[in-house]
């Protein structure tokens, strides 16, 4: 069985940082395109970044350069390093994993449940 488990969210100044993390059960993040998605209220989940088995790494332009996605593959996590927040940082942030044959359609991967950011400005 395949458990995803995001935690780090919290409340933050505008501003701010934060480093969200992600461990996981069941599947490995370094076989998968492993990744940070959010989905703000009344929109559609978006990709924030991810990471291929090999190391490369998207970044959804809206936050190139205030976040970095990383992953520890001895531990089986991956982490997003978020500075610079803003109040349209504002989401649930969700972990994923898809095979890299259904890297297109992550919808077909694991997800986790989810951990809320909440930027005040």
């Known amino acids: 069985q395949v458990e995803l488990a995001e935690s780090g969210g919290d409340l933050v100044q505008a501003g701010g940082s934060l480093t969200l993390s992600c461990a996981a059960a069941?599947?490995?993040?370094?076989?998968?395109?492993s990744g940070w998605y959010r989905q703000a209220p009344g929109n559609q989940r978006d990709m924030v970044a991810r990471?291929?088995?090999?190391?490369?790494?998207d970044y959804a332009p809206s936050v190139k350069d205030r976040y970095t996605i990383s992953r520890d593959d001895d531990k089986n996590i991956i982490f997003l390093q978020m500075n610079s927040l803003n109040p349209d940082d504002t989401a649930v942030y969700y972990c994923?994993?898809?095979?890299?044959?259904?890297?297109?359609?992550?919808?077909?991967?694991?997800w986790g449940q989810g951990t809320q950011v909440t930027v005040s400005s």
């Open positions: 069941g599947i490995t993040f370094s076989d998968n395109v």
């Open positions: 994923n994993a898809v095979p890299p044959r259904l890297s297109h359609s992550p919808d077909l991967g694991s």
């Open positions: 990471i291929t088995p090999g190391g490369s790494i």
